[in-house]
């Protein structure tokens, strides 16, 4: 099975260097030197890392073959992708891998129905779930305890606790608050 453990962001230096950003748990397990990763897109790759660093709290990889910043900079956006076994799950029993919320069923505490995880948005302060809505629409829930409590593997969903506002559409929103100057939302002028 293949796991996504970082995306290249932009070239560091004139040397070949550049800054990741880190989407696994075990960094210095999958981002090692020597390690040789596959990319998306498949034709960057696949990549053999030479070094790594940390610098300024963020860190830096230089690839076999990748000698200069022009080189380094056609990188950027790059998917980094390791092999891992497919039984491998991550040792925090509340930490997933992608794929396991990959389609997963979205349902709130008392069983609505939402609708189901497209994508994780990977960001760097949070993670965000896609979730494609029963309506067709969109909505982006953030990963955090309080809003999901409960991601369930075997039933295939994911129960979460929205606060208020996160499912209403904008329309929706908007249209639940009387325009300022209509004649239920007071124009403010005495008339």
Known sequence: MQLVVARIGRAHGIKGEVTVEVRTDEPEVRLAPGAVLATDPASAGPLTIESGRVHSGRLLLRFAGVGDRTAAEALRNT?????????????????????????LDVVT?????????EEISHLPYQDLLVVRKTDGGEVLVPFVGEIVPEIDLAAQRAVIDPP??????????????PERGAPDGGSGDGA
Not at 80 to 89: G, K, Q, R, S
Not at 109 to 117: A, L
Request: aromatic fraction near 4%; hydrophobic fraction near 30%; glycine fraction near 8%.
């Open 79 to 103: 998917l980094l992708i390791a092999e891992v076994d497919p039984e491998e799950t991550p040792e925090d029993p509340d930490e997933y891998y992608d794929h396991q919320l990959i389609d």
């Open 109 to 117: 505490r008392d069983g609505t129905p939402v609708g189901r995880i």
């Open 164 to 177: 208020p506002g996160l499912l209403d559409d904008r329309a929706e929103v908007a249209g639940s608050r």
